[in-house]
């Protein structure tokens, strides 16, 4: 909304019901006070103010201010709100796209007005509401949302998601426009966006001769930068499964069921690792993947187990909470994590799925494609929704998920070929969580 010097009160009905409410529930014995604050969800920290930002963190913050709970609208300065990453942005419809957006305030210290985001488009409109893309704005005289991504994407006819902030006694709201309502504005996108995500993968693999191989992949170009960069030695064995825990710390499980910590030193021509560390037996695990925030998975048969790593490097004594997360069921032919407890696979007949993984017999499983996958033997993620899928013939494809986290593949696009050939590695993992 345009800039006013008018304060109106803020959900005063709302409010006032509910301190009513909360004093007779007191007075009656039926509710009691606890000090306990509830920890609000984390939001993307990737951008600077006013620096290129990806599509996908772009809706990651409008979505903090959606799960907060606590945006109530506003147009006064002296309301705004935390983005979660340091920034405060004013809770109104501008408020809230420059929050996405992660814009500078205006010389005066305010938010910006919607007469100001032409500044940040280059100045140009879209040319037309189809070429929509997430996290691209809808902009009218006096009013902004932000374009999350459309209901049907093969019939923009059925209108789009949004997030956007209206009025007062409302917070951030979370909804579908329909077609009609979208024709009274027209889109701008931020000339700053991008839209996949940026960054270097890290991706580390095994020969079948039990060396190890290190390759970097550009995952904005889907570019090979760096490598692979093989080892001279041997760990002795083939590995049945590995995870990447850290840029220099890998764990890998051998034929005979140990797990072992592998400890990486790598540069630019060459890579070298120390004696692995065994971990312990009865690690029967074909599949293992690590979330890059302290949960390790790993698949025996068709059961799903969650460990707890609470080390760097760690010994026997991390790995701990063997939690059993159901005991049939995962029969995947690759496994990876995307995210704090996300996990993606593929299954033999050809689906990719998504996990989330809340705790035993506690999870959620997402078809987002039902056929055609098959064809890849291994599947690695460095976050951000970034998959690469790698081919018995040696060919690694990049794809990119703009919400890895909404059960849906309608927005994932992007497929680009890393290599047609070349990675003849038979085991395959990327650092994880180092893509936003």
């Known amino acids: 909304m345009k800039r006013s010097v008018v304060r109106l009160p803020r959900s005063w009905a709302h409010q006032f019901a509910s301190s009513v409410m909360v004093v007779a529930m007191l007075a009656a014995g039926l509710l009691t006070l606890h000090t306990t604050i509830a920890k609000l969800p984390e939001a993307s920290a990737s951008s600077a103010v006013g620096g290129p930002i990806t599509r996908a963190e772009v809706i990651a ?4 201010w959606y799960d907060r709970g606590d945006t109530w609208y506003s147009q006064d300065q002296s309301d705004a709100i935390s983005d979660g990453t340091g920034g405060k942005y004013r809770p109104d419809c501008s408020g809230l796209v420059a929050m996405a957006w992660h814009l500078p305030k205006k010389s005066d210290g305010w938010d910006l007005n919607t007469g100001d985001f032409h500044s940040y488009s280059g100045k140009s409109w879209l040319g037309s509401l189809h070429d929509l893309l997430p996290g691209d704005g809808l902009l009218k005289d006096g009013h902004i949302e932000l374009f999350e991504k459309w209901v049907n994407p093969g019939a923009h006819g059925d209108g ?4 956007s902030e209206n009025t007062y006694g409302q ?7 329909s077609w009609s309502e979208m024709t009274t ?3 701008i996108r931020y000339d700053k966006i991008s839209s996949g995500p940026t960054g270097l993968a890290s991706v580390y693999g095994v020969t079948d001769d039990g060396r190890l191989t290190y390759t970097v992949v550009d995952v904005e170009t889907a570019d090979r930068t760096h490598g692979a960069v093989v080892s001279s030695a041997s760990l002795g064995f083939v590995p049945v499964a590995m995870a990447t825990l850290n840029f220099n710390t890998i764990l890998v499980t051998s034929p005979a069921g140990e ?10 021509d060459s890579l070298t690792f120390s004696q692995p560390t065994p971990l312990g037996g009865g690690w029967t695990h074909r599949l293992l993947a690590y979330d890059g925030h302290g949960h390790l998975y790993g698949i025996a048969g068709s059961a799903l187990r969650r460990y707890t790593i609470t080390a760097a490097k760690p010994a026997a004594a991390n790995i701990t909470d063997n939690t059993l997360i159901q005991e049939s069921g995962f029969v995947l032919k690759t496994l990876t994590a995307t995210g704090r407890d996300w996990l993606l696979g593929t299954t033999s007949t050809g689906e ?6 809340s705790g035993p017999e506690s999870w959620k499983r997402y078809e987002l494609r039902a056929a055609t996958w098959q064809t890849f033997d291994m599947m690695v993620s460095p976050g951000g929704g970034v998959y690469l899928g790698h081919k018995p013939d040696g060919s690694v494809t990049r794809y990119v998920d703009t919400d890895p986290y909404d059960g849906s593949a309608d927005d994932m696009n992007g497929a680009k070929t890393v290599d047609a050939g070349g990675w003849t590695q038979v085991l395959l993992s990327a650092q994880p969580n180092t893509i936003n």
């Open 160 to 163: 789009a998601w949004v997030y």
């Open 185 to 187: 504005y027209r889109g």
């Open 61 to 64: 913050r409008a979505k903090y």
């Open 352 to 357: 990719l799925l998504s996990y989330r993984i």
């Open 171 to 177: 917070k951030t709201n979370h909804n579908i426009d």
């Open 259 to 268: 797990l072992y910590r592998v400890d990486v030193i790598t540069n630019s």
